[in-house]
């Protein structure tokens, strides 16, 4: 079974503070995945990376950074949060490839910036 | 544009008693379709992927089913632990990016 881990469940931070969201995956995908989640807006794509070291803009990147050092982990940073940016954060990978788009998705974090 | 709609936003049923939550899209290109489940606090869950018009895929009580316009996932005899949010995707055309719906909230009732 594919496995998405994400460092933390919950998380509270204040405004003007740099937060770390990290997520590992276990099956040597290729693509990994961020997405924020909130009431009425459904799943909005913040960034995504193909590959070690590529990152690519989703529909949301502003305020958002990523890191993708290593295959299995991808990283998104909050350089200072802000209240806007309290949501559930999700990520995802999958294995990449014509056909192999399925994603499989970490347990979230839910942020709450005060 | 690539577009995925799902209806009804909210669906309470009693239990026993069987609907079906559409997912309709438009896609340059359909590379498959993708139904999601998805309870309180947790992340989506992966439950089908359809990849053509015709076919189906069962798994306990849901059936998911598709056409070249839509897709349903059909709920038979839905219990209380079937309660949760049904959300539904497909790729973008030319990268691998999903395109997600908003999802169907269901309610089971004993």
């Known amino acids: 079974d594919v496995k998405v881990t994400q460092s933390s469940r919950y998380l509270v931070k204040r405004t003007g503070e740099k937060v770390f969201l990290e997520c590992v995956q276990d099956?040597?995908?290729?693509?990994m995945f961020w997405y924020r989640q909130d009431p009425g807006l459904g799943l909005r794509l913040i960034y995504f990376?193909?590959?070690?070291?590529?990152?690519e803009k989703g529909d949301i990147p502003e305020g958002y950074s990523v890191s993708r050092e290593k295959k299995e982990r991808f990283s998104l940073i909050l350089e200072s949060a802000s209240t806007n940016q309290t949501s559930m954060y999700l990520c995802?990978?999958?294995?990449?490839?014509?056909?192999?788009?399925?994603?499989?998705f970490g347990p979230g974090t839910r942020l709450l910036v005060l | 544009e690539d577009q995925v709609t799902q209806s009804p936003e909210a669906l309470r049923l009693q239990e026993g008693e069987s609907s079906s939550l559409n997912c309709s899209y438009t896609?340059?290109?359909?590379?498959?379709l993708f139904w999601y489940r998805q309870d309180p606090g947790k992340g989506p869950e992966f439950l089908f992927t359809?990849?053509?018009a015709g076919e189906e895929k069962e798994k306990e009580r849901l059936k998911a089913t598709l056409t070249k316009k839509e897709s349903f996932l059909h709920i038979t005899a839905p219990k209380p632990e079937d309660s949760a949010t049904y959300l539904c995707?497909?790729?973008?055309?030319?990268?691998?990016?999903?395109?997600f719906g908003t999802g169907t909230r269901l309610q089971v009732f004993p």
């Open positions: 995802a990978s999958s294995l990449g490839g014509t056909g192999q788009e399925t994603q499989y």
């Open positions: 359809l990849y053509s």
């Open positions: 099956m040597d995908h290729e693509n």
């Open positions: 990376s193909y590959d070690v070291k590529m990152k």
């Open positions: 896609v340059s290109g359909l590379r498959g």
């Open positions: 995707a497909v790729p973008s055309y030319n990268t691998d990016k999903l395109i």
